[in-house]
């Protein structure tokens, strides 16, 4: 697939497959090989790669445990696959194509919102420590009730955590589904239970989570990045 004059965010989820490769020698792969071959081959201006943080209150939890989110621009080739990649970084390192899972997705951007704070420059220097990665898919036919939650009420509620930045919202690249992404960033994981009620109870709230067809919400903890450090996802 070929997109052209746009800027798309790519998502390539992996986990390690081999019980023997250890997560040091997996990181190292990952940001001295595959990485940068990643970013050049996608003409991708920024890297940020993120480690699952568990969620004990989840029975199940997703079967990635690593995230990196790419920021590529125009003329990029998007594949839906690694496989045009992964054997040339794997000759760089004592790493085999069973070693390793990664999955990779492409999205188009819808929006960008920023606390008053981001705004302002009242935040820790630097990128968000934590990234709040939502994949939704609304019932049929809830797709302006969703985005009017989050332009209307959502992201505002949002931003007055004292620990929240900014979120930006994609769209499915190929229309796959779920199609809606965003990735909330914020500086630690703190949330005061009593906020997690009001957020989570709002009449709009409900009504877009009733018949929700895809609801999945993962935090995930920034453990490197390359490329452009000023540029936001």
């Known amino acids: 697939m070929f997109l052209a004059n746009i800027t798309t965010l790519m998502m390539a989820t992996a986990q390690i497959t081999n019980p023997n490769l250890t997560d040091t020698d997996f990181n190292s792969w990952y940001n001295t ?20 943080i568990p969620q004990p209150t989840t029975p199940k ?22 496989e045009d990649i992964l054997p040339r970084a794997l000759n760089e390192r ?19 919102f920023e606390s008053l704070r981001e705004k302002r420059g009242e935040v820790p220097a630097g990128r968000p420590k934590i990234a709040n990665v939502v994949r939704i898919e609304p019932r049929e036919g809830g797709d302006a009730e969703l985005d009017e ?24 690249a190929d229309g796959s589904k779920p199609r809606s992404l965003a990735v909330h960033e914020w500086d630690t994981t703190d949330m005061d239970p009593y906020v997690g009620e009001v957020l989570n109870n709002t009449e709009l709230t409900k ?7 895809t609801f999945d919400s993962w935090r995930w903890d920034r453990i490197f990045e390359k490329g452009n450090l000023t540029e936001k996802l």
């Open 33 to 52: 090989a595959l990485l940068p071959l990643f970013m050049t081959n996608h003409n991708a201006s920024l890297g940020v790669r993120y480690k699952l």
């Open 61 to 82: 939890p997703p079967e990635w445990q690593y995230m990196a989110l790419y920021k590529t621009h125009e003329n990029t080739t998007a594949s839906p696959s690694i």
């Open 94 to 112: 004592d790493i085999g194509p069973n070693d390793v899972a990664i999955e990779i997705s492409s999205w188009t951007h819808i929006q960008t």
């Open 149 to 172: 939650w989050y332009r209307k009420q959502h992201l505002d509620m949002l931003s007055m955590l004292p620990n929240y930045r900014r979120t930006t919202r994609y769209q499915s």
């Open 207 to 213: 009504s877009v989570m009733n018949g929700i067809l």
